[in-house]
């Protein structure tokens, strides 16, 4: 804590810095000043917690002095330390709450018991204020959630809480809701990132006189209300979308929806359910976009209902050129167009992930480290938030399936279904050689030695590997924590997972997450 010294005696306040010992106060800083004029100057520039003063001083009394104080810095704690003379002052010092007085001459160890006095003081004022401040953010939550419901499934707006908006009954009132849909958790977000962000955010609304309540939503939807008099400008609304953006980044990718402004605080929902509507076409834009209402929707194209059977056979071709081809072909037909739902583009990216799969199986080619089964590919599927995600991920295991072509010996049957075994059971902790055998019909001994004939490694090493590579793939999204991660691929022990990664990969699970997610 910072503790302000200020006594016109030179003597009076030497002689306190170097009789108390401060440290075992927890007083890390001292200043002194010789008047109250002094001393009024000092206390802004230092912001001092406790103020241990004189009250008769030339120029500035310690009355006057911490008067003037006080209407800057409200939570700091005044000591006076006065005469016999004083009495009329110290009824004064009552009137302004002063923490305590010390009389001179004074005892060093009185002195050390007001300071502690002081310092409880400042920190029961301080857990007044932050469960003051709990509370009324709570509060401000409960109002921004009930803001998002119709008026049947809430109770009816009070005067109190149309004043939380900063409004009045006016019906030049608007309220629009701004809703940021965050790829990762926003509540891991950094607690000094977000009081940054929100406490900018308000900064800018307030000088455009407007005001905002905001609330959490399902971990990842971030929901603000912002009102003010009068129906805003959309060139507002885009720099207030814009500034957001601004604030967030940094953060997991995002996307931002602007709804419908609208007036009266009962109608907030409907600018929410706006919001939500356009929020669901983010699947076809780019990471952190704006979304604006009266963007306007680009109409279909042509629309493949299901483009596997030729996307199989232009697999099966091996011509780069053409598969390449009619992937863009694909990808130009869904590109901006918000008049499907993305659950449905969805599934037909998951049909051409599964014909990739079969393409393999077809030309006996290992497809593990590519895909380890349909449910691994549904994964994937589910795990991209945009088109442009799918797109490229359909690509890169397609570009791998036409390089197995050329690199990859051919398996033999054998071969093959062990790698299938593998892909399907590797989340087991314990996937035996004999298991592996009586899948295939052959002794234990036998699928050993045909498994490194043909791969050149032993089938402990191909599952290591093969567990390892899953891992990776699961880092790479932020939602699974790295125990989760640890139990899917086949470890119940994560230190046992934690060592086998590192010997594998060079780095730990987490450096290798800190790595990919950069």
């Not at 977000?194 to 939807?221: C, G, N, P, T």
Request: hydrophobic share 40%; with cysteine; aromatic share 8%.
């Amino acid at each position: 804590m910072k503790l302000l010294i200020i006594d016109d005696e030179e003597l009076t306040r030497k002689g306190l810095i170097n009789t108390i010992d401060w440290d075992c106060l927890q007083i890390s800083q001292i200043f002194e000043a010789e008047d109250g004029l002094k001393g009024l100057e000092m206390a802004r520039q230092e912001s001092p917690d406790i103020i241990l003063s004189d009250i008769r001083m030339p120029r500035l009394n310690g009355i006057e002095m911490a008067e003037k104080i006080k209407s800057f810095l409200p939570d700091t704690s005044v000591i006076f330390m006065s005469g016999y003379s004083d009495r009329e002052y110290l009824k004064a010092a009552i009137r302004l709450k002063a923490v305590s007085y010390v009389e001179k001459p004074l005892d060093p160890l009185s002195v050390e018991d007001a300071i502690r006095e002081a310092m409880e003081n400042n920190v029961q004022l301080k857990r007044s204020k932050q469960s003051e401040a709990f509370h009324l953010l709570a509060k401000a939550g409960q109002l921004a959630l009930a803001m998002t419901c119709p008026p049947e499934q809430r109770t009816p707006f009070t005067p109190e809480d149309l004043a939380w908006t900063g409004g009045s009954s006016k019906a030049s009132m608007s309220y629009t809701t701004i809703i940021l849909k965050s790829t990762g958790s926003i509540n891991e977000i950094e607690p000094a990132k977000m009081q940054h962000i929100q406490e900018s955010f308000a900064a800018f609304l307030s000088h455009r006189h407007m005001h905002e309540l905001h609330v959490v939503k399902h971990d990842q939807y971030l929901v603000y209300h912002i009102s003010g008099d009068g129906k805003p400008e959309e060139k507002l609304l885009v720099r207030t979308a814009e500034t957001l953006k601004e604030l967030f980044a940094g953060t997991a990718p995002f996307f931002i929806a602007v709804g419908e402004s609208v007036s009266h605080m009962e109608n907030v929902y409907k600018s929410y359910n706006s919001a939500v509507i356009l929020m669901q076409s983010s699947f076809f834009h780019e990471h952190n976009s704006i979304l604006l209402p009266h963007a306007g929707k680009l109409a279909a194209t042509s629309v493949f209902s299901d483009p596997s059977g030729g996307y199989s056979e232009a697999l099966l071709s091996r011509d780069p050129a053409r598969v390449a081809g009619l992937e863009e072909t694909i990808y130009s037909s869904f590109q901006n167009n918000t008049s499907l739902m993305p659950n449905r583009v969805k599934d037909i990216y998951y049909k051409l992930f599964i014909t990739i799969q079969n393409a393999y199986r077809q030309l006996f080619l290992d497809s593990s480290l590519a895909f380890a089964s349909s449910d691994i590919v549904l994964e994937y599927v589910q795990s991209c938030h945009t088109l442009s995600d799918l797109h490229h991920l359909l690509k890169e295991k397609s570009q791998a399936f036409l390089t197995a072509t050329r690199v990859q010996p051919l398996e033999s049957p054998t071969v093959l279904l062990i790698k299938e075994f593998i892909g399907k059971n590797y989340q087991q902790e314990i996937l035996s050689v004999k298991e592996i055998g009586d899948h295939v019909h052959m002794s234990s001994s036998y699928v050993c030695t045909l498994f490194k004939n043909e791969t050149g490694l032993t089938l402990n090493q191909y599952i290591t590997n093969f567990r390892i590579e899953r891992a990776k793939l699961l880092l790479a999204d932020s939602q699974y924590k790295i125990t989760d991660i640890s139990a899917k691929v086949g470890y119940t022990d994560g230190n046992y997972f934690g060592k086998c990664f590192k010997k594998q990969v060079g780095l730990s699970p987490s450096e290798y997450r800190e790595k990919m997610l950069v």
